[in-house]
């Protein structure tokens, strides 16, 4: 419809010139024929910028920061470039974002700036940029590579448009806590691995003293015996029993109830406890229906990262979490491991499955995410069944974890 309308108005436009051209002719005077050249003016425009392609444009965009937490702020900035002299009253360049980027553009109204979107009037101006915030920015792997440009005549008789590709990719990790759980410290502190990497709780327990080796930390070395054997000596520290974890998240939509709020509040909280798990000096494994996208198991800070990029991908899917749990009950291969669950899943069917789960598996811990600050009766009973059987098993009722925590550890030892 767009396109008739302006092809109608480019025919009245040149009627128009017709018409100006035949007035000058009969009547004469400066008026007249001053019309009619302003007319052919902008004919001619037209046709020129109908004629000359877009091609000969560029565009780079630039992030401030590619990998950053959820909720923090990323700057866009486009520079456009262009070889043509030919003088351009308009661009509308369009930086197509994915959409729940889209949602988060802090329109500040500058430039003409809305949503991702700027009109910009260069003319001769061959070289030009233009910046917006995108901010909270949400958790997730994002990555476009779409631009629009748009330009056309001042009375909106011809308009083209092109577009141009520019990959972009941004990593938002999501948001984490400082965490203390007292349970979770002392079954690693109690296990039955020997750790891949030395836990800071462990630095004061001493074993013996050996020589010094390049590469030992200062705080390591033996003061007193390296004065008495006059060379330096270095503490051995007791080796750190340690527990895997394993991390299963409920992702099924029907589970959350379209509450984006709490799945986010559900990935937080496990990118808190899996990085707490790693300080320990334990390791943490996201669990994962296909095996090619389990997250590997590494030490120390690479192990850190690699979790947190899992967390940043995952989203919610519509299989159910009982068929989630099917692959999770026939799954063999975190025997040993310490299971834990993250759900907002509270209910007979599901207390049945951890369970049976419990049985196959061995120890494993539940965390529960309400859709309410409160509990109610039934959920405080199907938490104390579950605790009654020996599983351990907790609700996480606001954004505050360590307070969580600690309330519960209290609860438990009372």
């Known amino acids: 419809m767009k396109k008739v309308a302006r092809k109608l108005r480019l025919f009245l436009f040149i009627t128009s010139c017709a018409c100006s051209f035949l007035y000058a002719i009969i009547l004469g005077g400066f008026i007249s024929w001053f019309l009619f050249y302003a007319l052919l003016f902008c004919l001619t425009y037209v046709l020129l910028l109908r004629i000359l392609p877009l091609q000969g444009m560029e565009i780079e965009r630039s992030l401030s920061k590619d990998r950053i937490m959820a909720g923090e702020e990323v700057t866009i900035k486009l520079t456009i470039s262009r070889h043509s002299l030919f003088p351009i009253l308009y661009f509308i360049i369009e930086d197509l974002l994915p959409p729940s980027l889209s949602r988060s553009i802090v329109e500040t109204g500058k430039d003409a700036q809305v949503s991702g979107k700027v009109i910009y009037f260069p003319f001769f101006q061959r070289t030009f940029s233009y910046e917006f915030r995108v901010k909270p920015v949400p958790r997730g792997i994002f990555e476009w590579d779409t631009l629009r440009v748009t330009t056309g005549d001042l009375f909106g008789l011809y308009q083209k448009s092109r577009t141009i590709l520019c990959k972009s990719s941004l990593f938002v990790y999501p948001a984490y806590q400082t965490i203390e759980h007292s349970e979770l410290a002392h079954s690693l502190q109690s296990g039955t691995k020997r750790s891949s990497r030395r836990s800071s709780t462990t630095e004061s327990l001493t074993v013996s003293v050996r020589d010094y080796v390049p590469g030992d930390r200062l705080s390591w070395l033996h003061w007193k015996a390296t004065a008495r054997s006059n060379k330096l000596v270095t503490k051995v520290f007791e080796q750190q029993l340690n527990e895997d974890l394993v991390l299963w998240i409920d992702q ?153 925590l600690k309330a519960g550890g209290q609860r438990a030892g009372s």
């Open 252 to 404: 099924s939509t029907a589970s959350y109830k379209a509450n984006e709020a709490l799945f986010e509040r559900v990935i937080s909280f496990a990118a808190s406890y899996a990085l707490y798990t790693i300080q320990k000096g334990s390791e943490a494994v996201l669990y994962e229906e296909k095996p090619s996208l389990r997250a590997q198991s590494h030490s120390g800070f690479q192990q850190k990262w690699d979790m947190l990029h899992k967390l940043a991908g995952l989203s919610l899917k519509k299989e159910s979490w009982e068929r989630a749990f099917e692959g999770l009950e026939m799954e063999r291969s975190f025997d040993g491991k310490k299971l834990i669950l993250f759900t907002p899943i509270l209910n007979e069917a599901f207390v049945a499955s951890v369970k049976r789960l419990r049985i196959q598996h061995g120890d494993l811990y539940v965390f529960y995410f309400p859709n309410d600050s409160e509990l109610s009766k039934q959920e405080q009973t199907w938490l104390h069944r579950l605790r009654h059987q020996e599983i351990p098993a907790l609700a996480v009722t606001h954004d505050h974890f360590q307070r969580v």
